[in-house]
């Protein structure tokens, strides 16, 4: 048990990462990260930056020798400044390496842009996010479409930035709605404003 604390507060110390999404401010990092394990239950704890304000928490854990960082599912965008990661450090002959990654709640994402291209039987959809968002958080920016018809009905949506419907129904208004996500920081923009084209 031993070892087991003792990769944890060394290794949790270390790799403390902090991030501001969105507002382009670095926090002062949170303090005092450390373990804390009784009867094998081990629970990360740190202290609120003095800076601080309406601010969440992500807690991540690997082990000794893996490359991949794992998000704690029970510790994402939490407000309190404790995790517990017994059930993810349970083997004790492994050493683990645990981090807090911060993000500031008053920032805002904006809804991405949606340009449509319509033909005789097809209409492409592409979206495309804030480039001041892409590059700041450029792997971890999910878009979604939505399809909607006349009366606010919803009939579809998807994952991508590029969207084509085929084999559409002629005198149809059909409209579409786009979404930035960033699942990460569980964080999601209003829905953009409403395109819409009609079919001949």
């Known amino acids: 048990m ?9 290794l949790g110390k270390l790799a403390l990462r902090v991030t501001a999404q ?5 926090l002062t990092p949170p303090g005092q990260v450390k373990f804390e394990s009784t009867d094998y239950k081990n629970i990360l704890r740190w202290a609120a930056p003095t800076n601080s304000s309406c601010l969440q928490y992500h807690v991540q854990y690997k082990i ?21 990661l017994s059930g993810a450090t349970s083997d004790v002959r492994e050493w683990y390496y645990a981090r807090v990654r911060m993000v500031s709640e008053k920032s805002k994402i904006s809804p991405p ?29 999910h ?3 939505y399809v909607v018809h ?16 085929t084999e559409l ?32």
Not at 2 to 10: D, K, M, S
């Open 113 to 141: 842009t949606v340009k449509l291209n319509l033909s005789k039987q097809d209409v492409v959809v592409q979206v495309k996010a804030s480039r001041v968002l892409m590059r700041k958080v450029h792997n971890g920016v």
């Open 150 to 165: 006349p009366g606010g009905k919803e009939v579809g949506k998807s994952h991508r930035l590029l969207l084509t419907l």
């Open 143 to 145: 878009n979604h479409i």
């Open 64 to 84: 000794y020798g893996e490359l991949d960082w794992l998000n704690v599912s029970n510790c994402q965008g939490i407000h309190r400044h404790d995790c517990n």
């Open 22 to 26: 969105g507002n382009l401010q670095m």
């Open 169 to 200: 129904k002629p005198r149809i208004r059909y409209c579409f709605q786009a979404q930035t996500v960033i699942p990460r920081d569980m964080k999601s923009s209003d829905r953009s404003t409403a395109e819409c084209i009609t079919t001949d």
């Open 2 to 10: 031993n070892r087991l604390l003792l990769g944890a507060v060394l």
